[in-house]
């Protein structure tokens, strides 16, 4: 079975770009796994950013955004602040009316 | 504005059967798919399945396809989950989704999730 990977850590800097990846243990993703991602505040509900790989959900500050990036998706953080440390988990599209998340990337803003 | 609340026994025994529900306000239960999603204390997202509230098209994880219902009532606005057999890697917060409003956003909508303990 086909597994979704996402970086389990990274840091950044205040005011600096970051991007996580979504890839596949086996193959490369594309626009066709219609990837969407999300950030969640620990005791939070996930809440989406982006969906459909590059469209960004209705007010979401537009310093997010997604991509396809060497065969993975991406979320890319421009300009990164305080608040954007959360934990961030893609979605993929497998077929077959399933989807499979990542394990999630835990950002840090230091 | 679309509203989903998840509700049911916070504690369920080893070898019983796992129920929740989820009322929706705000939305019609009719045309959208209808998600149930599950995350263990400490750990990552496992989308569990869905259900479409027309025709009765259901997918689900194939990890737990053999022990999991999803169900909507549309007289009710609400829908359903049932996990078969549960044991302790069952506890998690459960959450309930909808889709859209966008194509291909899955989970556009998020319910603020219910803790489910499986222990004896």
């Known amino acids: 079975q086909t597994v979704v990977t996402q970086e389990p850590s990274l840091s950044v800097s205040p005011g600096g770009t970051v991007t996580l990846t979504c890839g596949l243990s086996?193959?490369?993703?594309?626009?066709?796994?219609?990837v969407s991602w999300y950030q969640q505040i620990p005791g939070q509900a996930p809440r989406t950013l982006i969906y459909?790989?590059?469209i960004r959900s209705s007010g979401v500050p537009d310093r997010f955004s997604g991509s396809i990036l060497e065969n993975k998706a991406a979320l890319t953080i421009t300009g990164a602040q305080a608040a954007d440390e959360s934990d961030y988990y893609c979605v993929v599209y497998m077929g077959n009316a399933i989807w499979v998340f990542g394990g999630g990337t835990k950002l840090t803003v230091l | 504005q679309v509203q989903l609340q998840e509700s049911g026994p916070g504690l369920v025994k080893p070898s019983e059967t796992l129920s929740l529900t989820c009322s929706v306000s705000g939305s019609s239960i009719s045309n959208y798919y209808w998600n149930w999603i599950r995350q263990p204390p400490g750990k990552g997202l496992e989308w569990i399945g869905y259900?479409?509230?027309?025709?009765?098209?259901?997918s689900y994880n194939p990890s737990l396809k053999s022990r999991v219902t999803i169900s909507v009532d549309t007289s009710k606005n609400q829908f359903s989950l049932k996990v078969n057999s549960v044991t302790a890697a069952d506890t998690a917060v459960y959450y309930c989704?909808?889709?859209?409003?966008?194509?291909?956003?899955?989970?556009?909508?998020w319910g603020q999730g219910t803790l489910v303990t499986v222990s004896s």
């Open positions: 259900a479409y509230s027309s025709g009765g098209t259901t």
């Open positions: 086996s193959g490369s993703v594309s626009i066709s796994y219609h």
């Open positions: 989704a909808r889709d859209g409003p966008g194509s291909w956003d899955l989970l556009g909508y």
């Open positions: 459909n790989t590059n």
